[in-house]
């Protein structure tokens, strides 16, 4: 079944549907062409929208939801609305939507505390992410405490409300997103976790994951983010549906408690709290650290975020490495050989759980086989020569796969799914030479301008694509325009009513968010900034040193050697922290070695040196660091470090920064 936004069928059928959009004397905003209106009218001849059993399942065991739907957190911001997609319940899509991602947005909406089966409930509609309590034998045993601990609180506030008053006794993570862990302070204290009077669970790696996914690329994942899950732009029928995984995410107070018992086999089994687990380890799918569990007394089991409502990402649009199809089909694979045959009930971290073995089996065979058939058939056609565009275009789901509401692309797509898993095996580049070395943006737009006879030509040739309901290649022309001369106008006006058109046909959740907000920014909407998340004074040593090192820049750092000693948290161990080729190390100090000067400090004040937070000589004023030899030298290296921009540009071209600014303005 073709993607209608991806489909080369879908140019000749777009032609003739453009008379009344070809007369229109100004660009539409905020409204459907008649292009638009009738591709997404045909969902209706492919979907089976009279099937109500997600719906049913949805809304199975509902027991209670808040009086007040408004989360805030402790200064009175709103955090969270339950309600904030009541908009599309009980109405029909209307021509700025695609209708199966509206359907999609009607059951992520039901928000409240629901009975999965005896002893299992779960939170929906809190966050982005579903938070699950087991009933044990003292208390509650929590798994995925939500992204912020606001939610998560309110969630375990509900139960105890509804359900009687328990303590929690272990709080499961099953992966290293933050959207599963971040709210664990709202249901557990870090010192009980310290202390192992709660138990925290997890799989191995998912600390280093966690850290690490947030920490290298964290700038750009969080501004790419931004667009990702239309925070910029308002919930409403022509704005933001939700994510297609959950309806939005939380902006409360996030956070790691690190767990105290890691999982790391196949097999391995707990009893926490009166409850047996068995543990499936699924490394390498949704996320580089995951794991599945099953419960045997309650004949339940736990799929984490490997077989959901959704066709999953593969690549996710935020930015992250490439998963891979054939490890996650391998993975399901493996659950239905443990826990197949044995479960009742399946629920997972997204969306709502699915009751009697038959549907349990069905659902996970085919996410599996929807998983494995991209990565066999992108191979196939790779195999023949086909680059990853041609195959993005050419793939088609089979019906039997395609038709389950489940396997629709509301968060990944089938077309950036195969380009993702093309890149996993063969990379960026697609064999022609002429692909190898091409410009960059703001150059090929110069030069593709000038090609096209300037501005007012490529103005014309992009209006004509509009006009006749092609935007894909409207929006294609005319960013060259907008890349080579970024205060046109017209240019940004045309460029951002195609993105939009794209937006509203689209049926992932991600596709159309990232299209409007595109289209709302060239409009001039302010550019919302990455949320920081990093706490340079909470990081590992070496992780602390990786990421201060991809701050350095060479024009700054050029022709500069440094060598200082550091003495951190009273260690008798002594680094040497070495900068040479505008490039940082860490390493062991050699016994006699000469160093340009010697700190010794906290390890969480040294993390706030790097971080731009403190300069050294006040810290030694306050008698928390002591120096040996050149006095500046700390401070000489955070000068060749430079700041990131939370808001760069997505859609036009980066602004160039002065390299010489310095790090340190931010600390005065």
């Known amino acids: 079944m073709k993607n209608f936004l991806s489909s080369t069928a879908l140019s000749a059928t777009v032609f003739a549907f453009t008379a009344s959009v070809a007369s229109a004397a100004d660009l539409p905003e905020g409204k459907a062409t008649e292009t638009t209106r009738r591709i997404n009218q045909s969902y209706s001849k492919m979907l089976d929208f009279s099937n109500k059993e997600d719906f049913e399942f949805a809304q199975k065991g509902f027991i209670a939801t808040l009086d007040n739907p ?15 997609f009541n908009f599309v319940k009980d109405t029909e899509a209307p021509d700025t939507a695609n209708p199966s991602l509206w359907r999609q947005s009607q059951l992520t909406r039901i928000n409240g505390l629901f ?69 664990a302070a709202g249901v557990i204290t870090a010192e009980d976790a310290k202390s192992k009077k709660i138990q925290v669970i997890a799989p191995e790696g998912l600390v280093e994951e966690a850290v690490s996914e947030n920490l290298y690329a964290g700038n750009a994942m969080g501004r790419r983010a931004i667009y990702m899950y239309g925070a910029g732009i308002q919930n409403s029928s022509a704005g933001n549906l939700g994510t297609g995984l959950g309806p939005a ?44 569990f099953y419960f045997p007394q ?44 044995k479960a009742d009930v399946s629920f997972a971290s997204h969306h709502w759980p699915r009751w009697g073995n038959a549907k349990v089996i069905e659902h996970i065979t085919k996410q599996r086989d929807m998983y494995k058939f991209i990565n066999d058939q992108t191979l196939r ?22 038709k389950e509401f489940y396997n629709r692309g509301y968060y990944g797509s089938l077309s950036h799914n195969v380009k993702a898993t093309y890149q996993l095996y063969l990379g960026f580049y697609n064999a022609n030479p002429a692909t190898l ?45 907008v890349y080579a001369e970024p205060t046109n106008k017209e240019a940004l006006r045309l460029q951002a009513a195609s993105l939009e058109q794209m937006g509203f046909q689209a049926e992932s959740g991600p596709w159309r968010d990232v299209y409007l907000s595109g289209a709302a920014e060239l409009r001039g909407a302010s550019k919302m900034p990455t949320m920081q998340f990093i706490d340079t004074r909470t ?46 190390n860490i390493r062991k100090m050699v016994p006699g070695e000469k160093v340009d000067a010697t700190y010794t400090m906290s390890s969480e004040d040294f993390g706030s040196i790097l971080g731009g937070m403190a300069r050294s000589d006040d810290l030694q004023r306050n ?46």
Request: a neutral charge; hydrophobic letters at 40%.
């Open 115 to 183: 009975k999965v089966t005896d002893k299992i409930y779960q939170i929906r509609g809190f966050d982005v992410s579903n938070m699950t309590l087991i009933e044990g034998k003292t208390g509650w045993i929590v798994i995925d405490p939500l992204i912020s601990s606001e939610t998560a609180a309110a969630g375990l506030k509900l139960a105890n409300e509804k359900l009687g008053q328990r303590p929690v006794k272990a709080v499961i993570y099953t992966h290293s997103h933050v959207d599963h862990f971040g709210g």
């Open 298 to 341: 309650l004949k339940a089991l736990c799929l984490s975020e490997d077989a959901t409502s959704t066709m999953h990402n593969l690549y996710t649009l935020r930015g992250a490495k490439v998963r891979s199809p054939m490890v996650w089909a391998n993975a399901l694979t493996t659950t239905l050989d443990m826990f197949g045959s």
């Open 539 to 584: 990081l590992p040593l070496s992780m602390l040193i990786e990421y201060t090192g991809l701050h350095i820049n060479p024009e700054k750092a050029q022709g500069k050697k440094m060598k200082i000693g550091l003495s951190l948290n009273n260690s008798k161990e002594k680094q040497v922290l070495e900068l040479n080729n505008s490039v940082l």
């Open 437 to 481: 070395h091409k410009h960059p943006r703001v150059e090929a737009g110069k030069r593709y301008v000038t090609a096209m006879g300037g501005a007012k030509k490529v103005l014309k040739i992009g209006r004509e694509a509009f006009d006749k309901g092609d935007y894909r290649w409207a929006a294609e022309v005319v960013n060259h325009l």
């Open 70 to 84: 408004v989360i805030k957190n402790a200064e009175g911001k709103t955090v969270y609305n339950l309600n904030a």
């Open 381 to 402: 056609l790779a195999n023949q020569g086909y680059d990853a565009e041609e195959i993005a275009e050419k793939m088609e789901l089979p019906d039997e796969l395609a």
């Open 249 to 292: 995410t939380s902006l409360g107070t996030s956070g790691l408690i690190p767990p105290n018992k890691t999982i790391s086999k196949t097999g391995e089994k707990l009893t926490v709290d009166g409850i047996e687990i068995v543990f499936q380890m699924a490394p390498g799918t949704e996320a580089p650290s995951e794991m599945l």
């Open 623 to 668: 008698d928390k660091l002591k120096s040996d030899g050149k006095t500046k030298a700390l401070d000489d290296l955070v000068a060749t470090l430079d700041t990131f921009d939370p808001a760069f540009n997505l859609v036009t071209p980066v602004e160039e920064k002065n390299s010489k600014e310095d790090r340190m303005a931010s600390a005065e």
